[in-house]
């Protein structure tokens, strides 16, 4: 029985790592499958990405994206989005 727990958990992990999305490299497309992310902030992600580069880190792209502050980058972060494959931290600050 310990060795099914241990072979869910696993499954349970791997699929997470699986659907990871990295602000960096991720379309549109990508981008709006993420939960909390919609077209406008998608647009928004891009257009910023588009105009300056990758993100540095969260703080970044708190900077360069409106409407993403430390509470929505801790939803989106835990939905599975992340910036150069780091999850977001509460010590990111812009």
Request: hydrophobic content about 50%; some cysteine.
């Amino acid at each position: 029985m310990t060795i099914r727990v241990l072979a869910a958990a696993l499954l349970l992990s791997c699929s997470a790592a699986a659907h990871a999305v990295d602000a960096n490299t991720a379309n549109r497309a990508q981008l709006e499958q993420v939960r909390h992310i919609g077209p406008p902030l998608a647009e928004a992600m891009l257009v910023a990405r588009d105009k300056d580069g990758p993100f540095k880190d969260w703080a970044d792209l708190m900077k360069r994206v409106r409407g993403i502050r430390a509470a929505k980058a801790a939803k989106l972060s835990q939905a599975g989005l992340s910036v150069g494959g780091v999850p977001y931290s509460a010590t990111a600050r812009p």
